[in-house]
């Protein structure tokens, strides 16, 4: 069978990234004023790739001998394929829809795939496809034909498969244009997997564990220094970037892992994604020996009282700001995740997280404004206060619900102010020239 991955982006002067928010994807439009604009604009030119779920669906189409061809763009769709699979996103829901459209008025069979068409397939159904609904790699992994496939509307299914069952995603192409993640060096660079799903209590609010779920799932830690070895030694890849949620949530794993790692004597580089609450000190040595290179963490906001509100957790501020600078002295990078716009924020709480986030003054700081995405169990409790008329809208950086103190536009006018008085700064230009002697 031939079968073309769709996967179409919006027209914007800003990335668009479907591989992040847990397959939802996001648009880094940062704000209107001079620093915003600056930076959203150079982040045009910072490589995204395309969602792991779609790589994986690849890699176990072409496994199952299927002619497979990967495009962002619709063009002119011949009679040669016999089936279009478009990967979902909210952020270009729309465009995703009106391609969906030619599609069917070419009388081709289509298929949605990804974490929003599953928790959200009213638009992609209406417009003419069939969604499946889950991790999509699994289906493909358990129909190898796709021949005589059901007639639903949303093809449900179950499954035994481990993550270790799936192939390699298919990079093979994608690294023929020598991708490079440049926020963390200019080391030729890959998405990679080790685990699925988080427990946490955001799950109210966070997109993950709609597709991946709450309960944790690892890959075996020498597959995934296989896999790292593999894209080193036949493609030259030295720095991996792990879409985990929540890298380092089971600690026995991620000891082998590093010790597996380390016993290889590769020299590779990686980044991860964690809670500052579960490193402590013997596992920052050792993430640091095995190659960790920088670490994303969520802040959040320097309120107490607001994230209590969204029983939103962490820890306390003295303890953040000596994590973090343990972190730094063994020559770690951190880009430190904020939020603003919070239902119980104000314009002092969003200040007080814009100077707290200037005391921290990590390499890296991103704000974004505080989404009830569709498929949550917020969005229940906020859908009448929901002013968004597209799913494209809800991008993390617009406020897409009537809040309750401040505007659309004081909230946009505070998301530019925070990246202005972060980045603007001395202290930081120091901290993030320094920082590249290191990477």
């Not at 192939?167 to 699925?196: C, M």
């Not at 988080?198 to 993950?208: A, G, H, N, R």
């Not at 406020?399 to 102010?417: A, C, F, T, W």
Request: proline share 5%.
């Amino acid at each position: 069978m031939k079968i073309l991955l769709l996967d179409p982006e919006k027209k914007a002067n800003y990335r668009i990234s479907k591989d992040t928010s847990g397959g939802y994807g996001t648009g880094n439009d940062f704000g209107d004023k001079i620093i915003p604009n600056i930076l959203k604009r150079t982040l045009k030119f910072v490589h995204d790739w395309p969602p792991l779920f779609a790589i994986y669906s690849m890699a176990v189409l072409k496994r199952n001998n299927h002619k497979v061809v990967y495009t962002k763009e619709l063009n002119n769709v011949s009679n040669e394929f016999d089936l279009v699979i478009i990967v979902s996103s909210i952020v270009c829901c729309e465009t995703e829809v009106e391609n969906i459209k030619k599609l069917k008025l070419l009388n081709k069979p289509v298929f949605a795939i990804g974490p929003f068409a599953t928790s959200n397939p009213k638009k992609y159904i209406d417009a003419g496809a069939q969604v499946i609904s889950g991790e999509p790699e699994f289906f493909f992994l358990q129909n190898p034909n796709l021949l005589n496939l059901s007639s639903e509307k949303i093809i449900f299914f179950k499954h035994n498969f481990k993550l270790d069952d799936l192939p390699y995603p298919e990079w093979n192409e994608v690294l023929k244009n020598k991708k490079t993640s440049l926020l963390f060096g200019t080391d030729l660079s890959l998405p990679i997997l080790a685990t699925r799903g988080c427990p946490y209590s955001c799950f109210k609010y966070c997109v993950y564990p709609l597709q991946q779920g709450r309960l944790p799932r690892h890959r075996d830690p020498i597959k995934i220094v296989d896999e790292l070895e593999y894209w080193n030694k036949n493609f030259k890849v030295k720095m991996f970037i792990f879409r985990d949620p929540v890298f380092s949530i089971n600690r026995k794993h991620t000891i082998e892992f590093c010790n597996e790692l380390i016993s290889r004597k590769l020299d590779l580089k990686f980044v991860i994604e964690t809670h500052l609450r579960i490193l402590d000190t013997e596992l920052i040595k050792l993430l640091k020996k095995s190659g960790l290179r920088a670490v994303k963490v969520g802040v959040e906001s320097a309120d107490s009282e607001v994230l209590k509100n969204v029983n939103r957790f962490t820890i306390k501020q003295d303890d953040q700001y000596l994590k973090i600078r343990e972190l730094e002295q063994n020559k770690i990078l951190i880009s430190a995740m904020f939020i603003i716009g919070f239902p119980s924020d104000d314009e002092n709480t969003i200040m007080k997280t814009i100077n707290y986030a200037k005391k921290l003054n990590t390499t890296f700081a991103q704000f974004s404004v505080w989404t009830p995405y569709p498929g949550t169990p917020v969005f229940e409790e906020f859908k009448d206060k929901i002013v968004a008329d597209q799913y494209q809208q809800f991008d993390q950086y617009n406020l897409i619900y009537k809040h309750e103190i401040l505007s659309k536009k004081n909230i946009r006018d505070l998301l530019s102010k925070s990246y202005s008085k972060y980045y603007f700064r001395i202290n930081w230009l120091f901290k993030f020239f320094k920082s590249i002697v290191y990477v």
